[in-house]
Structure formats: C-alpha cells, structure tokens
C-alpha cells in the first residue's frame, strides 16, 4: 500500500534520476468495435471495445472492463476509484491515502482481509495519487478465487469498518510513511516544487498529506470521506487475464449489481490554475550529500493534444545516452545524470527535467547548462526529424513490450481511468505515432519560457510572456470517432507444471561446459527471453585482480565497442525492438534479452559483439566513475546506508583482500579513484571467456537455428581463468545492539541478523520457509506485520527473511536470518522490544495450524505464479543448469512443502532461531527525538 504518482515519478534512489523519462503506460493493439464483446447479463449495457478490451456498464454506474487472454494462466482484478488527494479538503491532506490504508482493515463479511489473501495465494496492493485510489489482486487463474476476490470488492466498496481503533494503528503506520519519505531529498525537493508551481490547484498537494492532518483527522470526517467517494458509480472494475467474458460479468453482476447508486450526486470540483505570472523559485536545504537542481514548466492536461507531442520531446531530450541533456551534461561531466519526463494528468501537468551533480560539482554550472539546453537551445536549434524518430521509436518500443503482458495493461489502465476514459490508453499511442517535427518543437516552443518556469528561486522581470495553458477537451469529444488498431495475436495456452516445462525444454551442452535449456513456445506478440551466464574466475585469480576491476568492466560493456558508439548500441537494439542487457561482475558475464522471435538472431548476434569487442571509450569509464563515486557520496548519510553497512562490517567472516571482504564507502571510494581503465580492459582480456556457463531462452524461436547460432558465437571462447565458485561457509557471531547517529532524517531503519548454519539441500530447508513466511515473509499478514504494524502501529514496513546457501559444488552453509523494519527514532526502542518479543513468543509456542495452511498455500501460489511469468521461467532453467538440476527437483521441494506439518516446522524453528543469538543494529537521528522534538506513537 502506497502513495504513487501517475505517469511521472521522482527517482527515489540515487542510481534512478533517469528514470524521471516519461513513463508512459505499457500498450500495443487489440479488437475493434463493441461487436467484439460477449452479450452482457440483464441489468448490464455494453459499451465500446478496443484492441480486445471491452466496457460494459451496471445500471448502479460501476464501469466494468474486461481483457480476455488464454495464453498465461494468471488474472488481475484491478478497481480503480475516482478519488485521489486532489478531492481532499482543508484539515482533510492525506485522507485519501490513510483510507486506501484503512480498506484492508477488514469488513462484518472479512475481518482478515491480508490473511484471507494470502490464503487464496493472491498478491495484492493498492496505491493513491492525485486523481485516484486503486485495489489490486492477481493470482492464477481459478474461478472460485476470481469469485471471492470480486465478492471482497465489492463488499469493502460499502461495507469497510473504517474504525477509530483501526485509525489509531494506522495513522503513525502512514506517519512513518510519512518520514521515510521526508528521508529523501529528492522526493522533498520535487514536492516543494510542484507546491511551488500549482498555487491553488490541489496538484501542489503532497499525496502523502499534512502530518497534522493525518495525525489529528477525526473519525467521523474519514467515514464521511469513505461515504461520499466509495460508490459503484465512482469505479471501474478491471478485470484481465484467463476468464471467461460471460461468466464474469455474471459474477459481477451478482456481487456489484446489488449496490445501490447512491441518490446524492458526487462533489464537482472547479478550482483551475490560473496562468503562471513569473518565474518562480524554492530551495531546500537538508542534511544529505545528493545536490540536484529540477525545473519544471506546467503543461496542459491529459487529453489535450500537445500531451503526446510533450512525451516524445519529453523523451528525445531526456534519454540516456542518446538525448541532449546526456551529452549536454553528463559527457561533460557538468553533471553525474540529467533527464526529464512529463507527469500529465487530468486538470493539467508538469514537465520536469533535472540534473545531479557529484558532492563537489558546481550546481550553478549545471543548472546554467540545463536552462541553456531548454529555454535557448530547443529555439535556435530545434529538435531534428532524427531525433523525434528514436524518441517515437522507444516509445512504441515500450508500448509493444508492455501490452505482451495483460496483466500489466490492467494496471496501466488505472492512470486513463483516472484521466477521464480507459481508451485514453490507446488514444495517446495512436497521437504518438502521429507526433510530427513540427509539433513538438512548437510545444517546446510554447511551454519552455521563462514565465511558465518553476526551480527551486524568485526572479522579477519586466516584461512577462505568459502561457496561456488550453483548455483539454473531454475525453468523449477527444474519442470522436475512434476505434483503435486490430488485435495482437495470442500466444498458446501453456501449462507451467514442472512437469511440463520438463517435457517442452531441450536441454544440451557446447563443449564441455556451457550448458543450453530451450524451451519454444507460442507466444503473445512472439516474444522470446534470453538469459546468458558466463562464468570464470577463481578466488585466488580475484585476490591478484585489483578492485573494483570486474565491476567496472562488466558495467563498460554497454557502453561502446569497436564498431559502435554506447548511443549507436542503444538506438540498435530499439530498432530491434529488444530490451537487452549485458553487464558483468567478478565471476561472470551475463546477456539478457527480452525480443521478438523476428529479431532475437540479431539482437543475440549484436549483444554478443559487445560482450566481446567492448572499447572502454575514456569519455565513458570517467562518466561511470563519476556517476558511482556520486551515488556512494549520495548514500554515506542514509539511515539504511549506515546500519547495513555496520551491520556487513559486524558479521564479516573474511580476511582483508579477500573478494567478499568488506569495505567501508571510503575504502570504495578510494578504489574508485584509483582504479584505472587499463585495469578494466585487462580483467576483460584475462578472464572473459562464453565456453563455460548457462543459457536459457524461452520464447517464440527457432530451436535449430538458435542451437546454431550459439555454437558459432559462443562456443570458441575460453577463459584463461577457469571458474571455481567461492566456497562459504557458516560463522557463528555473538550477539550486539548497536545504534547509529544520521541528523535530520525522520526516519529511522531497524536491522536485526543472525548467522544460520543452512543449505538449501538440508532437509529443515522447507520448514524453515514456510517459518519465515509465518514470522514476517507475509507483510501484512505475519506475526511481525500484526504487531509492529497492524496492532501497534509502530512501523509502516516490516519483513523478515531466511537465506540459505546453495553451491553446484561442496556443501556451503552461509544462512541467515534477517528483519529489517523502518520506525520513527524515538519509536525504535519500543519496535525492538516489540520484535524480541514476538520472536521470543515464535520460538516458544510455534506456529498454528492454520499458519501453516496459510503459509503453505501462499508459498505454493507464488511458486506456481513465478512459473507463468517467462522471465521466471528462463532464470529458473538457468539456475538449474547451473546446480545440475531438473524442474523434477523443484517438483519434489514443493511435495515437501505440501507434507509439511505443524511439529515440523516448529522443530526447525527450535533448531535454528536463537533469540539470544540476534544482534539489532538502528541508524537515526535519536538525538533529536530525545529532545522531545517530536512525539512517540501512542
């Protein structure tokens, strides 16, 4: 559950800025007309179809799309609510966030609406932005799930509790929401910013709300807000994936069909913007090493016209390493990253571009460079027709990859729902395509001024050039006369048993070492996975190689071959319409690739040319040095940062040189610094080699001539470091608390560990899954969850896990036992104590029955979606080439974990958890809560 924004996110991370490019929902084609439909149930009205999709509308109001698709066995239910933090009032910030919170809290009918979840297997979430609220679920295709969740839905829509009790708990889980965001100085700096830009529009309202006003909101205004907004009228239900169209909408009819349309209408809002008058500026100043400068131009809404010509300019300019802010900035080393994107929504939207400057770059430079390439440059050298073609290009790239996956078309509609209409959806793909030169230098043209500009400062001038920002049509009138493109062809109906997958792949070895799993298959759109492992490299070869030489020439490959430039690489493998990877690190080498079965032979063909012939241009080995050396800056004061790093340094078993030694930031750093370019060109010379490894693929291909083309490409090509994989071993560690200063973060991270003797081969290995899952693996619904979160409400996020080790080779025994949880500062002593207890009481009584069932049919469900996904499938096959294994062994450890019972696990649990034996490190700004500077949840 969370606050999100549509279309346009911040980065949250230090290594995301670019992902500021327009994020523009997943799509691609489908049917036509309203013909393409099933006849609806009485009481149901049929409504138009688009590239497969139908509407079909309740006399209650409830808006039903449905999205059939046989070919992976898998639906999502998706509901989407009319309501977001746009439509809250004074005193009211946050509210529509702490009620998406409050809908899990149960109803008369559900009083575990978690448990009962994770129950059916189904995974689950929700989030709030500014236009909406939505509530999904998916799970493997199963009519009586499909049937309880649609009940669920459409008993919670009127039915919630909305209880004081409730709020109580959650009001300091979002609180500590709250804080883990005010954590980061990207994400505040972006909300000061679009505060600053939108005046009177609730848009300049942060999603996450007033800490007062989440603090002090009373019940009966909540219930009030559920009442006026949570109605058939205000929703579109989603449904997607392996259904049967008439049997559903007999299933809808039956749980929403009885809600009444309530008789009083919904609030109309009418507050617009007026036109920016000015320059306008705010500066944040936080603790923290991160320095960034963001500018952002308002811009018109949705369905306005300039909105599809505002994402490829958005996206020709803002993309790495193509776009102008890349070389403008970043090749010049003006700035670590540069990139922008455009968040448009409903009532109006906002082009942002930003830049990131190492801890010691001049960010008055930087921000200079960046006004220069926007308010001067797009003006006296307008984008070329080159230019806007790549943009396109990527952008429809984009488009076919998402609409492969139903699933996700689900939830992308959630943001055209919210905008006015689903087929908003396809609208903006057909206007991108149609975007021309002309449009989008005349938008940069008309919203790039000065006047339009908001950074982070005032500014006077004397002679203001205004933008006027159009009025957007209504989503009918920009319909008129729509009907979308013919259907994308789908896959077969495949059944992913172990047993199957076992049957359907083809399994063989190049040479002596590197080992082949092909597993053909129709699919949607013809697409095909590849992932490659190459392995090389022994310990002793590492200890002689200077760090981080691996890294750097793993992370090099991408970036220019002999032949091809980084930008020439990138704009090839979207002209074959392939999302592509290759990457490397100490041990190996990986490629992976997601394509079309038309183009894989020369995506394969490219990849592995720069797998081979990589050129480590200078320019580029200094960029990438520059962009690590500012994130690790970026992370040295963040809470999570400081304790996992003690928390490593604590429980480090290995002697200095060793490769899985650890080191501090400023051990990084100074390798950083010293690390050569000659370093990475001579691991690459010494020790790449494609004789030894793992390649899977899955997909819509050619066995035999894929068979082919990986013996000519990879078969020849032998390491002079013959790989051994780093043997582990278990190291006992005794127990310490420790706690750590961060100033002025609102937040603080919990971390707790213990050292576990565990192979994933041991026979405890089952139990103690299913025992995690029970102890915090479950989120929501797990011993941690309740307490520290749901009872509590010390915690927004809390989780555990237990890692086993694993070897091809020899028996390493390398586990641990890990929780991790976030918390106010001056909550920290209280989730500890809170934490010990819960495990004390874990050890002691056990699980339940019931927890078992819970946690085993959750654990399973998972297993059997991960296998529907052909992503999952393709790391599994490799994985099990790797450890010399069938999908026969993963058959027989799910038989385990379905005989499992309740004194089994709870031996595992005496066995391997010691409470004594946990250390708990913390990493906050505790001088300041123990000022009384804020006060502690009650």
Known sequence: MSSSHPRFRPFARYLSPLALACALALSAPLA?????????????????????????????????????????????????????????????????HLLE?????????????????????????????LDRTNYFGSFPAND???????????????????????????????????????????????????????????????????????????????????????????????????????????????????????????????????????????????????????????????????????AVLLNAIGDAPTGRLHKALVETKLAAFAGGGNSDLRDGGMATLIAVTPKDGDLAKAEAELLRQIETRLTAEPLTAEEVNQAKQRIANGYERGFANVNSVAMALTESVAAGDWRLYFLE?????????????????????ASNRTIGRFVPTESADRVEIATAPSAEDALKGYTGKAALAAGETFDPTPANIDARTQTFTIGDKLKVSLLPKDTRGDTVILTATFRFGDVDALTRSPEPAGSVAGEMLMRGTKTMTREQIAQRFEALKTAASVSGGAQSAEISLNSRREHLAEALTLAADVLRNP???????????????????????EPGTVAALAMSEYFDPWP?????????????????????????????????????????????????????????????????????????????????????????????????????????????????????????GGSLDSRLGDRLRQKDG??????????????????????????????????????????????ARFVRDGITADELKSAVNDLLTRRQQNRANDGSVAGGLARNLYMGRTMAWTAAFEAKIQALTVEDVNAAIRKYIKPEAISVFAAGDFAKAAKGAAPAAK
């Open 615 to 637: 050129a480590f241009p200078e320019s580029e080995f200094e960029q990438f040095r520059l962009q690590s050396i500012t994130g690790l800056e970026s992370a040295r004061k």
């Open 144 to 310: 009586t799930t499909l049937d309880w969740l649609l009940a669920l839905e459409a008993d919670r829509m009127v039915n919630s509790f909305v209880a004081k009790k409730d709020l109580d708990s959650e009001m300091t889980v979002v609180r500590n929401e709250m804080e883990r965001n005010e954590n980061n100085p990207g994400a505040v700096m972006f909300q000061r910013l679009r505060s600053t830009a939108y005046l009177w529009h609730n848009y300049g309202n942060s999603t996450i709300g007033a800490r007062s006003d989440v603090e002090n909101v009373p019940i009966e205004r909540l219930q009030a807000f559920y009442r006026t907004w949570y109605r058939p009228d205000n929703a579109t239900l989603i449904v997607a994936g392996r259904i049967d169209p008439a049997a559903t909408l007999a299933k809808v009819q039956q749980h929403f069909g009885k809600l009444a349309r309530p008789k009083t209408a919904l609030p109309k809002l009418y507050t617009a913007e007026p036109t920016q008058d000015g320059e306008r500026e705010v500066v944040v100043r936080r603790s923290g090493d991160t320095r960034l400068v963001g500018i952002g131009y308002r811009t018109p809404g949705t369905t306005h016209p300039d909105s599809a010509a505002l």
């Open 429 to 449: 793909r057909d206007r991108i395509a149609d975007v021309t030169v002309d449009d989008v230098n005349r938008v940069a043209r008309t919203y790039f001024k």
């Open 656 to 776: 200095k040189g060793h490769p899985f030694a650890y080191k501090s930031i400023d051990q990084s750093l100074a390798e950083l610094r010293a690390i050569k370019r000659e370093d990475a060109i001579a691991f690459h010379r010494d020790f790449y080699g494609t004789t030894e490894g793992e390649i899977s693929i899955v997909g819509d291909f050619d066995p035999v001539a894929v068979k082919a083309q990986l013996q000519t490409l990879f078969g020849d090509w032998r390491s002079a470091r013959p790989h051994a994989p780093v043997p582990t071993h278990f190291t006992e560690v005794a127990s310490r608390k420790a706690r750590f200063e961060t100033p002025d973060k609102a937040n603080a991270v919990v971390m707790a560990r213990s050292n576990l003797p565990l192979n994933e081969n041991d026979a405890d290995y089952p139990a103690l899954l299913i025992a995690n899952s029970v102890l915090g």
């Open 101 to 129: 919170h409050m809908l899990f809290k149960g109803t008369p009918k559900h009083a575990d609406i978690p448990g009962e979840m994770k129950a059916r297997g189904i995974e689950k979430n929700a989030t709030t932005s």
């Open 794 to 839: 010390l915690s927004y996020n809390v989780g555990s896990s237990i890692v086993a080790d694993s070897s091809p080779q020899g028996r390493d025994d390398a586990g641990l036992l890990s929780i991790q949880a976030i918390a106010a500062p001056e909550n920290v002593d209280r989730l500890e104590t809170a934490m010990r207890e819960e495990i």
């Open 32 to 96: 036509a007309s309203a013909a393409d439909g099933v006849a609806p149930p009485k009481g149901m009205t049929a409504g138009p179809c688009v590239e497969g999709i139908c509407e079909y509308s309740l006399g209650n109001g409830l808006r039903v799309l449905l999205f059939p698709d046989a070919s992976k066995p898998t639906v999502t239910v998706n509901i989407a609510y009319g309501v977001g933090s746009v439509h809250e009032n004074y005193g009211e910030t946050g509210m529509a």
